[in-house]
């Protein structure tokens, strides 16, 4: 099949990207991450030439030891490859966890994802904003953590505040209070444990027989109440207001209404 889609795609002067996992599945009970499978030599010499095998890997390696050891291990193996066959990685902004992306648990995992990938010599880097479950936040919205990946694969690993201010005409500490909102004090903290957009649970969640009501404190009314200065103040950039205006808009007419039932 992969030779068929090669031909067809030669054809027509196109270079085809598969993902790499589908070369690690098979030999991992269909699981993507693992600090020991193998890919057989035979998979090696099967792959046809001129289709690229993209490596993607989304999660903080800072956060756990265990995703580190797989993410080198996964690499190492996609590296395989690279005797006949051009390796990429993927890397993603977290657009698709809520109203908000999870730009600050992005670029945590930022720095090791870009020195590991220079390390190996992969220079075709991709930034994905991926569209699913729901696709509620901006594409505008995940401009920290793409500026940041580039700026490192471009080799400077320096502050970016300055320079994200020069190139979006926003202060960078602005920009990413967007993220404020799914800060609820009290909840686990994302970066380290995982992603959760309080936003998009309180909104989808039943107010009158909720799954989720253990883990909302009304008391995060007032915490909310509290962000509107910022979202006030940010609403006024002539470029990127209107991302905080919704964010404002959501609270206020929404989410604010659901915490009073509750």
């Not at 090669?6 to 269909?30: A, L, Q, S, T």
């Not at 490859?81 to 698709?96: E, R, T």
Request: proline share 5%.
């Amino acid at each position: 099949h992969l030779r068929r889609v090669v031909d067809i795609c030669k054809k027509y002067n196109m270079e085809p990207i598969i993902y790499g996992d589908m070369f690690i599945r098979p030999f991992n009970r269909g699981g993507i991450f693992s600090d020991t499978v193998e890919i057989p030599q035979e998979v090696f010499d099967n792959v046809p030439d001129g289709v690229m095998i993209q490596f993607w890997h989304y999660y903080n390696c800072y956060g756990s030891d265990w995703y580190k050891r797989v993410f080198d291990h996964l690499f190492e193996q996609h590296m395989r490859f690279a005797k006949k066959n051009p390796v990429g990685y993927l890397a993603s902004n977290w657009k698709c966890t809520g109203f908000v992306p999870a730009n600050d648990y992005a670029m945590q995992a930022c720095d090791y994802q870009a020195k590991k990938c220079m390390e190996l010599g992969v220079r075709d880097v991709t930034m994905s904003a991926w569209p699913d479950d729901g696709a509620e936040a901006s594409n505008m919205a995940v401009f920290p953590s793409t500026f940041l990946f580039a700026e490192r694969f471009y080799g400077c690993f320096g502050e970016i505040d300055q320079r994200f201010e020069d190139l979006f005409c926003m202060n960078f500490a602005d920009y990413m209070s967007m993220e404020d909102i799914n800060r609820i004090p009290g909840s686990r903290d994302y970066s380290a444990h995982g992603i959760m957009s309080w936003p998009k649970i309180m909104l989808y969640d039943d107010p009158m027989c909720g799954l989720y009501d253990k883990h909302i404190d009304v008391s995060c009314k007032q915490y909310f109440t509290e962000l509107a200065p910022k979202l006030e103040h940010c609403k006024q950039n002539p470029h990127f207001g209107y991302i905080f205006e919704t964010i404002q808009a959501m609270w206020e007419k929404v989410l604010g209404i659901h915490i009073d039932i509750r």
